[in-house]
């Protein structure tokens, strides 16, 4: 009973929301009459068909690239929200079933200057939509260079035992969702990941919106 009555307050919440700050009926990319990304705009992004070890729904350009920006930088939430609905297609396509999901954390520092983080967010309404557990037990202990002008070998070394659990105790022998928002060399996600099993996970699906060409 108390799971429904939260469930309705967030519903409640986010009507609320969308009465004081209506959504925009243009598309985010191309400014034509359509919420959110219109069909055109969505078909010129490039689907990753691959089946890695990491699943991405495309590759980090064009339109794709454009939401991921605007939602990171820009706090645009209806491209943040265009970008689970991508996740949420790609769960479903996947048929994953997991126990609850868990999520990148960001730097006390790129908190500071984006006030939230993206890769939480994502992870927040996966988990209202799938209806399990979003676990925050993955935190940054070690103070890292940004990832992105660093080389491939220097990424690894740059973020090894950048990360810590909270608690074991949401992990142990639970199936997890992660979620990064992109993927690039995959070395903060392996981290991630590497800390996860020690920490008994009996598996672990890794999901990202885009994924680099680099």
């Known amino acids: 009973m108390g799971k429904r009555i939260i469930e309705l307050l967030i519903t409640l919440k986010d009507e ?11 598309c985010i990319i191309c400014e034509n009459e359509f919420a959110g990304i219109c069909p055109i705009c969505e078909g010129k992004i490039q689907r990753v068909k691959d089946d890695d070890e990491i699943l991405s729904y495309g590759y980090y350009s064009g339109v794709l690239k454009k939401l991921v920006l605007e939602f990171k930088y820009k706090k645009n939430f209806i491209a943040g929200n265009v970008l689970v609905e991508f996740l949420y297609e790609l769960i479903d396509k996947k048929n994953i079933k997991i126990d609850a999901i868990v999520f990148i954390p960001s730097s006390k520092k790129a908190l500071k200057e984006r006030g939230f983080n993206q890769c939480e967010y994502l992870a927040k309404e996966i988990s209202k939509k799938l209806r399990v557990n979003l676990y925050k037990d993955i935190i940054k202990v070690k103070n890292t260079k940004e990832q992105k002008l660093l080389s491939k070998e220097d990424r690894y070394k740059n973020i090894k035992d950048a990360f810590a659990l909270k608690s074991e105790k949401n992990i142990k022998n639970k199936h997890l969702l992660l979620i990064d928002d992109v993927i690039t060399t995959g070395a903060t996600l392996y981290e991630c990941e590497k800390l996860l099993k020690k920490s008994g996970a009996s598996s672990i699906k890794i999901l990202t919106v885009a994924k680099s060409y680099i």
Do not use: A, F
Request: glycine share 0%; charged share 20%; net charge neutral.
């Open 16 to 26: 609320i929301l969308d009465i004081i700050y209506p959504p925009k009926n243009t």
